[in-house]
C-alpha cells in the first residue's frame, strides 16, 4: 500500500477512474498497523457518539447519518460490524434498504427514507438508500429518464432540508474493483458459513459493472454538495473501515459536542440519596 | 459472590424476597473470570446470532425477543451495550420504550408494541416494555385497577400468540438493592461524563422502592409461562451481563439453528465468476 493524499470529498469534475480501488489515501502502514489504528480510533469515535447521544437528551436537535452505497461485497456490512458496531447499540438508528415493498412503491422514492431519518441524538446509518433510486433504477431502466433526472435535484434539495434542520451528512461510497469482488464471491461459494451472503443475482448486476460505474459517477457529480459531501472510499482493502471510522469521527468532531451541564442541583440531588 | 445453584425462571409462587440482588447463581467466580466468561460466550452468542440472522434471510420465521425492565441504574444499558452490543448491530432491532406519546396514548397498550416487534432472523430487545403498562401504571395508579387486572390476561394472550408464530421471548428483571442504587445514583452526581444519565425523577421512582418490588413481583407471578418465561437477574454485580448473555445463548441453541444449503449451485456459480 502506498502512501497518498487524505482522502477528500468528491466535486462536480470527479471521476471514479482517478479513485484506485486499492489505495490508502492518508495511510500508509500495513495490515497490523490498519488494525491498531482502528482499534485507537473506536474509543473516541465512541465518546463522542455518546455525546451526541447525551447531547441529544439534553434537547440538542443535531443528528449524523451515513449514507453507505457499493457494489456487493464492498465492505458494507463489514463497516457497519466493525466501525458502527464498535459505539454504543443505543445510540445507532440503522436501516438496510431492500427492494421496495408495494406500499413503498405507492409513493414517491424519499417517502420511505423519511420514515427512517435518525432522531435527534442519534447516528443514523442507512446501508443503500435513496441512491439506489438514482443506480440501479438507470441501470435497469426501472423509470423514465426524465422521471430520474428529476430525482437529482429532488435528492439535493432533500438532503440541503435535513443539513438545515441538524442532520450531518456523510455519503460514503465504497469502492472495490472487480476483481476483487470475484475473489470475495469466490471465498463465500468456498465457505459453508459464508455461502448464504451469496447470490445469483449479484453475479447478474456484475455483469452490469461498466453500467453501474458510470451512474455512480454521474450521482456522485451531480449530488456531491459542500454540505453533503460523497466520499469515495477505495475498498479493496480493509482500510476502508478505517477512512469510514474517520470520516464519522471528522463529523461528529466538526459538531462540537461537550457533556450537558446539569439541569438540576446535583448538591440537592445529593442531599435528597443521602438523609 | 457465593456459589449458588443456577437461574431459574420465575413461576406462579415467585417471590421478589427469595432473591438477593447481591448474588451470582451459577457462577462462583470473581470480577476477573467474570469478564473472562463474558468475553468467551460472547463469540458463540454471535455465531448463534449470525446463524438466525441468515436463517430468517432464508426463510426462517422464527426471532428472539429479549425483554429488558429493571429500577433505573439496574444496568439495562450495560446489558445492551455490553451483551446486545457483542453480536452483529446487522440483526439487532432494539427499541426504547418511552412515555408513551399521545398518538400511542389513543391507542390500546399493546399497540406501540406490536410496531416494533423483531422481524425474522431478528434479535429483538426491548428496554422496557409493556410491563410498564403493568408496573408504573399500577404504582402511580394511570389506569383503573380492573383496566390494569385486565392487562396481564391480554399480556399472556400476546405473548403466546408471539410465541406461536416463532418468536423465543425471554424476560428479565434486573434485581438491584436500593443500596446499590443510590451508590449508582451518587457515582452519576459525581462524574460530569455521567450527570446526564440522572436525573432528579429517578429518585421519585426511587421513593416507591416498595411499592415497584410488590407489582414486579405481581407482573412477574402472572405472567412467567413456561412459554414466556421470565428470569429475576440479580444484579447488584455485573455478574448480571453474563446471566443475560446466557440466558440469550441458552434461548439461541434451543433453536437448533444451522447455516442454510445454498438453494443455488454452487459449481455453476463458480464456473460464472471463473470464465
Redo the contacts between chains.
Sequence with gaps: MAHHAPLTAAGPQFALADVDPASTPGFDGGKKAGRRALAKGAAELAELQERLF?AG??GDRRSVLLVLQAMDTAGK?GV??HV??SV???G?A?H?FKAPTDEEKAHDVLWRIRRELPAPGMLGVF?RSHYEDVLIHRVHALASPEVIEARYAAIVDFEAELVAAGTTIVKVMLHISPQEQ?DR??AR?DD??K??????GD?DERELWGRYMEEYEIAIRRTSTPDAPWYVVPADHKFARLAVQRLLTDALRGLDLH????D?D?AA??A???P
Design positions: 447525551a437528551l439534553n456490512g457497519v460490524s458502527v458496531g454504543d447499540v443505543q445507532v440503522l438496510a446501508d470475484r464471491l469466490l461459494l459453508p458459513t455461502q448464504w451472503k451469496y447470490s445469483p453475479v457533556w450537558p451541564r446539569p438540576y446535583v440531588e445529593r435528597r440519596l443521602l
